[in-house]
């Protein structure tokens, strides 16, 4: 597509459920991120794939959260017994892996665990 | 990890200003991004510039590797500027994480 797709853009949930993230990106960028943003503070890093595997996910939390990217494409960020704490903007980026990582953001999907 | 310190943290333009705005990194880097987000939460890539300098309409970035920061400046700002500005860096041998300031929030008043 012509950006960075991410859905839903708003989810409310209770604690303790599990949620899917959906990140669709750029056509023809190999490589995908995830980043997570509270209130006031900058995007930090949580996964980086490159084509189907997650060449770096050091940054995830803890394992409660895992993502896939099976046919190197759309991607899924799933989390697991989410707690309140959980509540974010996560926010999915694409490049082209060649040399320069410019990334282009999605416009992030809202998380509210109440 | 890299630590990015951005400088000032909060800024108050009045429309037609110009501004600087600064970003201070702890290592080496071989990828240094500077993205506004607008109030909307969308974050634009404005400049890839690990070193150099570079323009972009009223709009332009100068990094000093050696030194480890970098500029952003902003001339004859428009009310459509405001939002918050991030550095966001990649240390070398970093694995193409970039790591993010806390951002430089700024508001331009007509």
């Known amino acids: 597509g012509a950006g960075v797709s991410q859905t839903p853009s708003n989810k409310v949930t209770e604690k303790g459920k599990y949620v899917e993230l959906r990140c669709d990106p750029i056509?023809?960028?190999?490589?995908l991120y995830w980043y997570r943003q509270s209130l006031g503070q900058g995007p930090e890093f949580l996964i980086y794939f490159q084509g189907t595997g997650a060449a770096d996910d050091s940054g995830l939390p803890n394992d409660r959260f895992f993502a896939v990217r099976p046919e190197g494409s759309v991607s899924t960020l799933k989390i697991q017994r989410t707690e309140r704490g959980d509540s974010a903007v996560y926010l999915c980026a694409s490049s082209l892996s060649s040399g320069a990582n410019v990334l282009t953001f999605g416009a992030g999907s809202r998380l509210t665990v109440l | 990890g890299i630590q990015v310190e951005q400088s000032p943290p909060d800024l108050i333009l009045q429309e037609g200003a110009n501004s600087t705005l600064r970003c201070n990194f702890s290592d080496s880097v071989n990828n240094l991004q500077w993205f506004h987000q607008n109030p909307w939460g969308q974050l634009i890539n404005l400049f890839y510039?690990?070193?150099g300098t570079k323009q972009n309409g009223r709009l332009s970035a100068t990094t000093v590797a050696t030194e480890r920061y970098s500029l952003l400046y902003i001339s004859s700002s428009q009310t459509t500027d405001s939002g918050v500005y991030f550095c966001?860096?990649?240390?070398?041998?970093?694995?193409?994480?970039?790591?993010f300031g806390k951002g430089n929030q700024v508001v331009v008043i007509p």
């Open positions: 510039i690990p070193s």
């Open positions: 056509s023809g960028h190999t490589a």
């Open positions: 966001a860096v990649e240390s070398r041998g970093g694995n193409n994480r970039l790591a």
